[in-house]
């Protein structure tokens, strides 16, 4: 089983599939041949760096297609008053008295840090399907666990610039 992934995951992923098939492919195979032009391909930098970016680009378009091929497509519907995908939650830290608000995504989007929970976190798992003013045990292995307070939700107008992780 892959990846969790919504409707416009699928999409923009394929949207950036078609763009390095069609696009930067050819400027890759391109700036391979000018190098290769150059001469001697042994001591020929540009030559193998072009390689390499040609190489680095088929090889994200493999694994773009391979996570497309096993992804689950989950549901990204959920009522106006409980959190759900694409959701920005305000919950309230009880052990720590203070307020966080994070956008609840799927795990190839989410960055703890740009305040994006995956479905998958342990916190991302607890919330979904909560509503405003529920007290969530938030059980992260079997010796710890805290529990927080939905304070907010909020519907988030999709950012059609949202791009999926590179590795």
Do not use: W
């Not at 032009?37 to 297609?65: P, V």
């Not at 995908?85 to 608000?101: A, I, S, W």
């Not at 190839?108 to 479905?119: A, Q, T």
């Not at 969530?136 to 710890?144: F, Q």
């Amino acid at each position: 089983m892959g990846e969790k992934l919504t409707k416009s995951d699928i999409e923009k992923i394929e949207k950036e599939i078609e763009h390095r098939k069609l696009v930067v492919r050819k400027e890759a195979i391109k700036a391979v041949q000018e190098a290769r032009a150059h001469g001697d391909l042994s001591e020929n930098f540009e030559y193998h760096a072009a390689k390499r970016d040609k190489n680095k680009n088929e090889s994200r378009i493999r694994y773009l297609e391979r996570m497309i091929k096993t992804a689950t497509i989950v549901d990204d519907s959920s009522a106006d008053d409980e959190v759900g995908l694409n959701k920005k939650v305000k919950v309230y830290f009880e052990e720590d008295d203070m307020c966080e608000k994070y956008k609840i995504v799927t795990s190839i989007r989410g960055n703890s840090l740009e305040g994006l929970l995956s479905i998958e976190s342990p916190i991302g798992k607890a919330l979904i399907g909560k509503k405003c003013g529920d007290r969530v045990l938030v059980k992260v292995n079997d010796n710890v666990s805290y529990y927080v307070i939905i304070k907010e939700i909020s519907e988030d107008i999709g950012d059609e610039n949202d791009t999926i992780k590179s590795f």
